[in-house]
């Protein structure tokens, strides 16, 4: 039998549960205690209340929260784009070639290069909190290419997406239509039995609405469960894609319309928003109020990749959504735990409950509104994954 730690003297406890705690969506619990055995949560609550237990763990009146889950990220890939962030940012045209660029790169690459690139920014997240991530393949866009990524991913999660429909193939440029027929044949055949999910760019300039669910249904004859980039950078059809082939996440929904918002709000698949990528193209942010006053379930992620949000810290998304995308404080805390959970359609991560993992973030703070009022400050102290103390 596994040994049982209390962890007590915490300031303000997360619990993501309105049952154990205040009534509020993240059932919060001051002055609390969590009991930790094995990999998982058995009890949580105030810490006058807490159960007798092998060790003990004081938290220093510290706030204590679950480990961030990180619903979308493009951490396979090699070199950087600096170049053309420059550029953006300083007003000026630049004519790389954008994906292209980093597909070049990738290709380019040894395994174990792709793998050191990322595990590096895996351990980055993790000091920052991050205890469960998803992460995609889309910078090889050949067979050969896109298989290895998903194996490298593979092997560091669960959380796993084929997402050979990222662009057109600089290979296929011509015929965008023989690049379709790939990712939907022999490039699906050899990359679903590394994933869990399939994830295309709906977008212009990309796939349009009977490209990406042609893509979306021929993955999901393979057992693998869809999630749509979607409605980034103009209004289409992604949304209303993703609500009606019950995609478990529509990802970014910048511009949407009514019915859009409908769609979402009426279905199962979460909207989930990447506000870094709007603070590093200088986009229009996404209104999560809009999204969140019509009932849908919004999830906060990093969208870690080269280009357009080159950062790894959810708390720094959080900053930006309470700021720039109106959401309160509580309501951006829940959505890069529990709504990034959901996003993964997962129960037992996102909240510190019982039966749930043990996956936990302290903050050198007294409560989590600290995570927005303080940004930029490396407010996370220590995390635990699955029980083990890891950063």
């Not at 965008?176 to 760019?201: Q, S």
Request: charged share 20%.
């Amino acid at each position: 039998m596994s040994s049982s730690t209390v962890i007590t003297n915490i300031a303000t406890l997360v619990t993501n549960d309105p049952a154990l705690g205040d009534g509020s969506p993240l059932g919060l619990i001051q002055d609390a205690a969590v009991v930790v055995e094995g990999d998982r949560v058995v009890w949580a609550g105030e810490s006058g209340q807490a159960p007798a237990t092998d060790h003990r763990v004081d938290a220093a009146g510290r706030a204590v929260l679950p480990g961030f889950v990180d619903s979308h990220s493009h951490l396979v890939f090699a070199g950087d784009r600096t170049q053309e962030f420059n550029a953006r940012m300083s007003g000026r045209s630049y004519t790389a070639g954008g994906i292209r660029t980093t597909v070049a790169a990738t290709r380019a690459a040894t395994d174990a290069e792709l793998e050191a690139n990322l595990t590096h920014y895996l351990t980055e997240a993790l000091r920052q909190g991050t205890t469960t991530f998803e992460t995609k393949s889309g910078y090889g866009l050949t067979v050969e290419d896109e298989a290895r990524a998903l194996r490298i991913a593979a092997r560091h999660t669960d959380e796993v997406t084929y997402l050979g429909a990222h662009i057109v193939s600089p290979d296929h440029a011509d015929d965008p239509a023989a690049y379709v027929a790939l990712v939907t044949g022999e490039m699906l055949d050899a990359c679903a039995p590394h994933a869990r999910w399939i994830d295309v760019f709906c977008e212009k300039g990309a796939f349009d609405g009977d490209q990406a669910r042609a893509i979306l249904t021929a993955g999901k004859a393979k057992g693998l469960h869809p999630r749509v980039h979607a409605n980034q950078l103009s209004y289409g059809p992604g949304v209303q894609l993703a609500v009606e082939l019950d995609a478990a996440s529509a990802d970014h929904c910048t511009h949407l319309t009514d019915a859009d918002v409908d769609a979402l709000a009426s279905g199962r698949t979460v909207a989930t928003l990447l506000p870094g990528a709007e603070f590093s193209t200088r986009a229009e942010w996404p209104d999560a109020r809009r999204l969140l006053d019509a009932g849908v379930t919004v999830a906060l992620s990093t969208d870690c990749n080269p280009g357009s949000s080159f950062t790894s810290s959810v708390p720094f998304c959080i900053a930006l959504a309470v700021r720039d995308m109106r959401m309160a404080p509580d309501e951006a805390v829940w959505s890069a735990t529990a709504g990034g959970a959901a996003a993964l359609r997962r129960t037992d991560i996102g909240r510190l409950t019982p039966g749930a993992y043990a996956d936990l973030a302290f903050l050198d703070a007294p409560s989590h509104v600290h995570l927005a009022y303080r940004p930029g400050v490396p407010l996370v102290r220590e995390v635990w994954r699955r029980g083990v103390r890891v950063a």
